[in-house]
C-alpha cells in the first residue's frame, strides 16, 4: 500500500492550500481517510477524518470552519482544503488509511494502519 501526499508549501498567514493523498495498493472506497500534522516538537495530531463514503466527516476543534475533507473514490484521492490559514497551522501534514473497515471516523493514530510521506505546509505572517 502507497500513500502519495502532494500540495504543501509557503503560504501566507490568511491564504489556502489543497493537499491531495493518492492511494494505491488497497481497495481505497472501503477505508475510512485521515489527515495528521505534525509541527516541530511536538506529537502527532489528528485533523481531520472522511468515512468511506464521504458522507461523514470530523474535524478537530482548531481546524473546524476552516479545513474541509473530501474524497473522489473513483481517483483513490482524498483532500484537504485549508483555508484562513494562520501561523499555528504550520506541520508537515500527513494522510493515512483506517486499519479497519465498517466503523466510524477515528481519531488516534495508532488506528490508521499506512502513511504517507508528508508534505511540509509552512504558514508566514
Known amino acids: 500500500v502507497q500513500l502519495q501526499a502532494s500540495g504543501g508549501g509557503l503560504v501566507q498567514a490568511g491564504g489556502s492550500l489543497r493537499l491531495s493523498c493518492v492511494v494505491s495498493?488497497?481497495?481505497?472506497?472501503?477505508?475510512?481517510m485521515g489527515w495528521f500534522r505534525q509541527a516541530p516538537g511536538k506529537e502527532r495530531e489528528f485533523v481531520a477524518g472522511?468515512?468511506?463514503?464521504?458522507?461523514?466527516?470530523y474535524y478537530a476543534d482548531p481546524v473546524k470552519g476552516r479545513f474541509t475533507i473530501s474524497r473522489d473514490n473513483a481517483k483513490n484521492t482524498v483532500y484537504l482544503q485549508m483555508n484562513s490559514l494562520k501561523d499555528e497551522d504550520t506541520a508537515v501534514y500527513y494522510c493515512?488509511?483506517?486499519?479497519?473497515?465498517?466503523?466510524?471516523?477515528?481519531?488516534?493514530?495508532?488506528?490508521?494502519?499506512?502513511w504517507g510521506q508528508g508534505t511540509l505546509v509552512t504558514v508566514s505572517s
Open positions: 472522511i468515512n468511506w463514503s464521504g458522507s461523514s466527516t
Open positions: 495498493g488497497r481497495t481505497f472506497k472501503w477505508y475510512n
Open positions: 493515512a488509511t483506517d486499519s479497519k473497515t465498517g466503523r466510524p471516523v477515528v481519531v488516534g493514530p495508532v488506528e490508521y494502519d499506512y
